[in-house]
Structure formats: C-alpha cells, structure tokens
C-alpha cells in the first residue's frame, strides 16, 4: 500500500456518460497530481493541485475537471466521455514541491464502450 | 518547453547481466530533479531513484544506479544483476526545482528479464 488510495479501481460506461474519479493522498502531502496512461503509452499530465487550489494545468481536456476539498481528497470528473478516454488514471501526491518524487496511487483503469 | 526522450521502446536482458536503459532530456534551466520510475504488469508506478541536478555524484540505489551526465543531458539508468522481478516498463521523469512539482515523463522502455 503506497498510501495513496485511488477508488474505484475498474469502471466500465458507455460513450457520453459522466465518471467521478476519487483520490486519497498519503499523509501529510499536500499536492495532488492526475495523469492519464493511455495503453502502452507515457504519462500525460492532466493537473495538480496544492491545499484545495488548482496549482498546474497541463492537456487536461475542457470535457475533465478536477478538484481538492478540504481535507486534501482530489476527484477527477470524466463529462461526455468518448472512447479515446478509455486509459489508466493515476493520482499521485507529493509534498509541497514533489522534489523528492510523487507516490502514486494504483490507478482507476477506465474503459468507455 | 522541458521534454523527456527514451529511445530505446524495448529492451531484453538475461537474468543476472547488468542493463542500462538510455535517457535524454531538454531544459534550459539549471536546477533540477529527474527520476527513473518503474511500472511493472501490476500497473502501480513505483520510484526507482532520483538524482538531484546539482550533485555530481551519481545516485545508487542497491543494484540500480545512475551515470548522470549534465552537459550532455543524459540520465541513464544501470540495473545490475538483473532479477526476473525487474521485469517493467521504466519511466524517465524529469522536475524543475522551481516549478509546481510537475513530473514530465518520457514515453518508458519495456524491460524483459529473461530467465
């Protein structure tokens, strides 16, 4: 166990629907990072966020968006989804500046048929 | 814009030879952090060893160390004595020390142990 806690850890839906991606940072980190993992491909940066304020932006689509509540847990918001989405989402958190690397969850693999 | 290249998609070795998978990467900063992650079939990404830009020393980490070269901006990892369990896809990742903590990762290196 990381500390990271990722829910759920399987979705299946179909085109055009909405998913809510849910992420537990370990103890003590404040920022939250989510990535997408399309098959056998590198990890693509969608945002992060540091104590409830959105800190990046990297390609996260205007279909997706995110958020940190209060007590450090992140969700992911999957809108209208299409069948390009389907990947692994990963949450990852770290300390203030992730110079000592992130700890990542074990990943939401979504599938969209 | 910082970028990260592995060029090397796939790579085999014979179980207890020694390995180094290549890494290559853009910046025009001079403070930095790079990482090598592992994701083995189970899918959880996992920290390999990190290397502080400002140190000369390359990091080692048991069997897996790293040849650091910062002119050229290269970070290749060496994996010593490779074990079956080493078999992975490795994650090159790169961080400005000034930035948000941004990870950018190169597009991996398939590893295979071969018994």
């Known amino acids: 166990d990381s500390g990271v806690t990722q829910t759920p850890k399987h979705l299946i839906t179909a085109t055009g629907q909405r998913v809510t991606l849910r992420c537990s940072p370990r103890?003590?980190?404040?920022?939250v990072y989510w990535y997408q993992q399309s098959l056998d491909q590198g990890l693509q940066f969608l945002i992060q966020?540091?104590?409830?304020?959105?800190?990046a932006k990297g390609n996260i689509l205007e279909r997706f968006s995110a958020q940190q509540f209060p007590d450090l847990h992140s969700e992911l918001n999957l809108s209208s989804l299409e069948l390009g989405d389907s990947a692994l989402y990963f949450c990852?958190?770290?300390?203030?500046?992730?110079?000592?690397?992130?700890?990542f969850g074990s990943g939401t693999r979504l599938t969209v048929v | 814009a910082q970028t990260v290249t592995q060029s090397q998609p796939e790579m085999s070795v014979q179980e207890a030879e020694t390995v180094t998978l290549s890494c290559t990467y853009d910046?025009?900063?001079?403070?930095?952090?790079l990482f090598w992650y592992k994701q083995p079939p189970s899918r959880q990404m996992i920290l390999v060893i990190r290397?502080?830009?400002?140190?000369?020393q390359n990091a080692t980490e048991n069997r897996f160390s790293v040849n650091f070269q910062k002119a050229a901006k290269s970070f290749s990892l060496k994996i010593s004595d490779s074990q079956l369990g080493d078999t992975a896809m490795y994650f090159c990742?790169?961080?400005?020390?000034?930035?948000?903590?941004?990870?950018?990762f190169g597009q991996g290196t398939t590893l295979q142990v071969k018994p």
């Open positions: 290397q502080e830009a400002y140190k000369q």
């Open positions: 990852a958190s770290s300390d203030h500046r992730g110079l000592f690397g992130y700890t």
């Open positions: 990742a790169f961080s400005h020390s000034g930035n948000t903590g941004k990870l950018i």
């Open positions: 103890s003590g980190d404040l920022s």
């Open positions: 966020y540091y104590n409830g304020e959105e800190r």
């Open positions: 910046t025009s900063e001079n403070n930095y952090y």
